[in-house]
């Protein structure tokens, strides 16, 4: 070979490695950079200033992000629209996907199907007697529990493969009931644990002021009742989530009083296995803003049963270490001020008025995370008016479990339903609602992160996925395979944007 030929050979191959070793250096250092590297002032997703000096979201290119597409679709009937400029979504469908992710379950009024999902067909569907307010499978997942709102209040416990009911239970029989469906008794929340699901139910009701009616129970997945507490009367105030220790040994609930009336502080309880208590810890009301206090969905207890969050409509945050928590009453959040325990966000008075944002969701991401969900912005007295949106609403926030401090923040745009994880806690799924203060429909849509992932938001954001109705619910596989519900929505102009569906998202 001529020496010119050699010469020409070896500096095309210098060139290609050059160039080869600046592309890989440049995209590994962009996913490295950290949040503590990019500047506090510089502009988040939205164009936006971040709402908080030192807090920031920064921004990761879309080309580095995966391409998500509908793996499948199923179209779910008519439902009215939803309007804009209301409030909390008057459409209540929910989803769950089993645990190894073959099947996936939806609820839409009173209709439940089971979607197998490999072969992207229907396995069952059938009608419950009322309107599904919450639904999940078994570990195992040989079974469906349903949980409805009607004048009975069932809970359903099914064969998940073929749809046969094994046995329900009829809460009406515990909590009352009555003949307007906004009071009549319902399954909020369903949880499972080995061998074992928990559940919380109540009902309220307005005769001369608010009347409140709660219980949790435990049973068997295949529906046998180990037990319900209180034990001979209901709690007279609301119970409104219920989680649970991967064994089952540790089971958290609270009572308090969502309608903000009765002068009463929200309780958090520990109870194990068999029902007996554990610890309890009571958190006062707010005041001067509130009268009473309540958790809505603002409760989670670690897989293995080490840590507590609660996280308070009115934005205050506790950490609990089990372990300090040795009888009933005793023990101190682990984050703690003279002024409040701690707070993800606080009521703020503007323009004559004191505003706050809702503190919807909590989810103890990692051994070293809590992860933090606020909602819409509402005023602190009613009636009242509400002149601009929080800043901090409609944000996930990030805590260090250590101190309490916010880590990062990340803007969703529209209302969220909740902090959903896969069954291994590596990957999660928000789903984005209706912005009732823009009006903004570029938001809806669905946001899968992975957990795993150094860094702030945007750097544990894998894809986002947008629809053009709003998303009231979904869920997250192992595989990253996301299962959600679209509904359509009335825009103010009268125009109706998106669809009633199902989709799979991959």
């Known amino acids: 070979m001529k020496k010119s030929s050699v010469t020409l050979i070896l500096i095309v191959t210098l060139i290609f490695l050059v160039c080869s070793g600046c592309v890989s250096s440049g995209v590994m250092s962009h996913d490295s950079e950290s949040s503590d590297s990019i500047s506090s002032d510089e502009e988040n997703e939205n164009g936006e200033e971040s709402p908080s000096s030192g807090l920031n979201q920064g921004n990761t290119a879309s080309y580095e992000k995966s391409s998500p597409y509908i793996y499948w679709e199923y179209e779910l009937g008519y439902v009215a629209p939803e309007n804009i400029s209301e409030g909390r979504s008057s459409v209540q469908d929910c989803v769950s996907y089993a645990q190894d992710g073959r099947y996936v379950a939806v609820g839409t009024g009173s209709n439940l199907t089971v979607i197998d999902?490999?072969?992207?067909?229907?396995?069952?569907?059938?009608?419950?007697?009322?309107?599904?307010?919450?639904?999940?499978?078994?570990?195992?997942?040989?079974?469906?529990?349903?949980?409805?709102?009607?004048?009975d209040g069932y809970i359903h416990f099914m064969n998940a493969s073929t749809g046969e009911e094994?046995?329900?239970?009829?809460?009406?029989?515990?909590?009352?009931?009555?003949t307007n469906p906004r009071n009549q008794p319902c399954i909020y929340r369903i949880t499972t644990a080995d061998n074992a699901v928990y559940i919380a139910a109540g009902r309220y009701w307005k005769d001369s002021g608010y009347e409140l009616?709660?219980?949790?129970?435990?049973?068997?997945?295949?529906?046998?009742?180990?037990?319900?507490?209180?034990?001979?009367?209901?709690?007279?105030?609301?119970?409104?989530?219920?989680?649970?220790?991967?064994?089952?040994?540790?089971?958290?609930?609270?009572?308090?009083?969502?309608?903000?009336?009765?002068?009463?502080?929200?309780?958090?309880?520990?109870?194990?296995?068999?029902?007996?208590l554990r610890w309890k810890y009571e958190i006062p009301p707010l005041r001067p803003y509130f009268v009473s206090a309540a958790i809505w969905h603002g409760l989670d207890v670690s897989d293995d049963g080490s840590m507590v969050t609660a996280y308070t409509g009115d934005g205050r945050k506790y950490l609990f270490n089990d372990l300090e928590m040795k009888k009933p009453g005793d023990g101190e959040s682990e984050w703690y001020s003279d002024k409040w325990k701690s707070?993800?966000?606080a009521p703020e008075g503007l323009e004559g008025s004191v505003i706050y944002t809702y503190g919807e969701n909590a989810k103890i991401a990692a051994e070293n995370e809590v992860l933090y969900l606020t909602g819409a912005t509402l005023p602190a007295y009613y009636p009242d008016k509400v002149p601009m949106a929080h800043p901090l609403e409609n944000y996930l926030i990030s805590c260090d479990v250590d101190t309490g401090e916010i880590s990062w923040i990340y803007n969703l745009g529209g209302r969220c339903a909740g902090i959903f994880f896969s069954p291994d806690m590596?990957?999660?799924?928000?789903?984005?609602?209706?912005?009732?203060s823009a009006g903004d429909t570029q938001a809806h849509g669905v946001h899968a992160f992975d957990s795993q992932k150094s860094g702030n938001g945007n750097s544990k954001l894998l894809w986002t996925f947008n629809t053009e109705g709003v998303v009231v619910d979904a869920e997250i596989s192992?595989?990253?395979t996301v299962a959600a519900v679209e509904v359509p929505l009335q825009l103010k102009k009268?125009?109706?944007?998106?669809?009633?569906?199902?989709?799979?998202?991959?």
């Open 166 to 178: 094994i046995c329900s239970y009829r809460t009406a029989d515990d909590l009352g009931t009555g």
């Open 213 to 276: 009616a709660s219980r949790v129970y435990r049973f068997s997945p295949d529906g046998n009742l180990s037990w319900k507490l209180p034990t001979a009367e209901n709690y007279a105030r609301s119970v409104n989530w219920i989680d649970s220790s991967k064994d089952g040994k540790n089971v958290v609930f609270s009572t308090g009083d969502w309608t903000n009336s009765l002068e009463v502080n929200a309780v958090v309880y520990s109870v194990n296995d068999g029902g007996n």
């Open 494 to 506: 009268g125009d109706v944007t998106g669809k009633h569906r199902l989709i799979i998202v991959r």
């Open 478 to 480: 192992s595989d990253c």
């Open 343 to 345: 707070n993800v966000t």
């Open 426 to 436: 590596r990957f999660f799924v928000l789903p984005v609602g209706k912005d009732m």
């Open 117 to 151: 999902v490999a072969g992207k067909n229907v396995l069952w569907e059938k009608a419950l007697k009322g309107n599904i307010s919450d639904l999940t499978f078994s570990e195992d997942g040989k079974y469906l529990l349903a949980g409805e709102r009607s004048i």
